[in-house]
């Protein structure tokens, strides 16, 4: 296994509407079978439904662009901490880990990504939309999965002393 991460990180281009790195990796996430354009369509869509849920409803406590919302709801949804098995001296024990900067990221994505897909009925762009202004709000899927991995980690932590 290697110990550097490849360039990729380098080689993503922003995304052409926000000039955003991290939206362009969230289009590479939410795509399926190397369509991109479809899956830039679904984000874009969600972030216009946004735009006008925020230009209707004009809330005192959340951002005024779509942009801040995502970045929001990212923020809330970005875990510090998971649980790894570790086998010491027979027994199988969770052990709670930090997590670097990309793992934070992944888990983020794919909390708010499956928490969309799982919902059904709608359009995608209209689930991930919804989720998204959850997630800017402290609520919904995505931030449930982040507080019950931090409760479990936190439960977890007498065996700590494991991570190595």
């Known amino acids: 296994m290697p110990s550097t991460f490849t360039k990729s990180e380098e080689q993503l281009k922003p995304d052409p509407r926000f000039q955003d790195k991290t939206v362009a990796k969230f289009v590479n996430c939410i795509m399926y079978d190397g369509k991109k354009a479809t899956a830039q369509k679904i984000v874009y869509d969600a972030f216009d439904a946004i735009q006008t849920r925020l230009d209707k409803e004009k809330p005192e406590n959340l ?33 709670p880990m930090q997590l670097n900067r990309r793992r934070q990221q992944s888990l983020t994505f794919r909390w708010i990504i499956e928490a969309a897909r799982e919902e059904k009925g709608r359009p995608m762009h209209l689930r991930l939309a919804k989720e998204l202004w959850d997630a800017s709000k402290n609520e919904g899927k995505a931030v449930t999965t982040k507080e019950n991995t931090h409760r479990m980690a936190d439960a977890n932590k007498a065996f700590a002393h494991f991570a190595w």
């Not at 949804?77 to 086998?87: D, H, I, L, T």
């Open 63 to 95: 951002p005024k662009t779509a942009i801040e919302i995502f970045q929001r709801a990212l923020d809330n949804v970005r875990p510090v901490v998971e649980v790894r098995s570790k086998r010491v001296g027979g027994a199988n024990y969770q052990v």
